[in-house]
């Protein structure tokens, strides 16, 4: 006789995380790889710490590496429906984040940690609060060569991404179509040392301050930062007049650059 199955349109029944790495000794680091998946369906709605954030993935102190995977679809009642980490180092490449819900940090979530998100679109994410795309607290997360699209802060700041110290760094990154309901559309930065290359702002918008990026207390450092270009044959120029109609740079790495500001 066969095993009871529950539905699968059903996440209420689903387990709080799709991959759970709890601190262990000895630790998990960047030797173990997951590679090649689809994670969906984390459903992190516990009334326990950690198992109200992570729904896709949780790392406590577990630094593993994810290349070539989605996470898609998940949900955490705290932060980071797609990915939350305590003191991790994780590292993801090649990856899709998208369609996640959470209170705050709508697909990520880092606590005193540094991971790292390279070749990443994460897009159509939603936080109640703070943070559409991403939320760290005294993290220096890095992203390089991402794309955050359409990413919302339902009732808050930071409609890509929200930092509340560290120092959060974005290399090649392209912003756009991010929103939120208080200050900084793309991103916010309070208490934070945010170092921004080379990067697109576009297209992002915030009732409040900073429809691109606000921050408070801490100096940002920003080089080659373009709001508002226009792709020309073999580079950008100020755009004047009507905004352009799709974002300059959807692939960074593949651009030619010419540092602009606001």
Do not use: K
């Amino acid at each position: 006789q066969g095993g009871w199955l529950p539905a699968a349109s059903t996440l209420s029944d689903n387990c709080y995380h799709v991959i759970f790495n709890p601190e262990r000794d000895p630790v998990i680091g960047a030797s173990a790889v997951l590679d090649g998946f689809v994670i969906t369906g984390g459903n992190a709605v516990g009334a326990v710490s950690p198992h109200f954030q992570g729904g896709g993935v949780f790392n406590d102190h577990a630094s593993p590496t994810l290349r070539n995977v989605v996470l898609r679809g998940n949900t955490a009642n705290d932060g980071g429906a797609a990915v939350s980490g305590i003191e991790s180092a994780a590292r993801f490449e090649n990856a899709v984040m998208d369609g996640n819900a959470a209170d705050v940090g709508g697909a990520i979530y880092s606590e005193n940690g540094s991971p790292s998100f390279v070749n990443v679109t994460i897009s159509g994410n939603r936080a109640n609060y703070d943070g559409g795309g991403a939320f760290g607290m005294d993290a220096s997360f890095a992203f390089v060569n991402a794309t955050l699209v359409g990413n919302r802060a339902a009732d808050g700041s930071g409609g890509g991404v929200f930092c509340d110290g560290g120092d959060p760094r974005f290399d090649y990154a392209t912003f756009s179509g991010n929103a939120a309901t208080s200050d900084g559309g793309a991103l916010y930065c309070y208490q934070s040392r945010p170092t921004v290359r080379n990067s697109v702002f576009w297209g992002d918008a915030a009732d409040g301050e900073g429809a691109e990026l606000a921050r408070q207390i801490a100096p940002a450092h920003v080089l080659g930062y373009g709001h508002g270009l226009r792709r020309t044959s073999t580079t950008r120029r100020r755009c004047r007049g009507a905004d352009p109609p799709e974002p300059p740079c959807a692939a960074p790495s593949r651009c030619r650059w010419r540092s602009a500001r606001s």
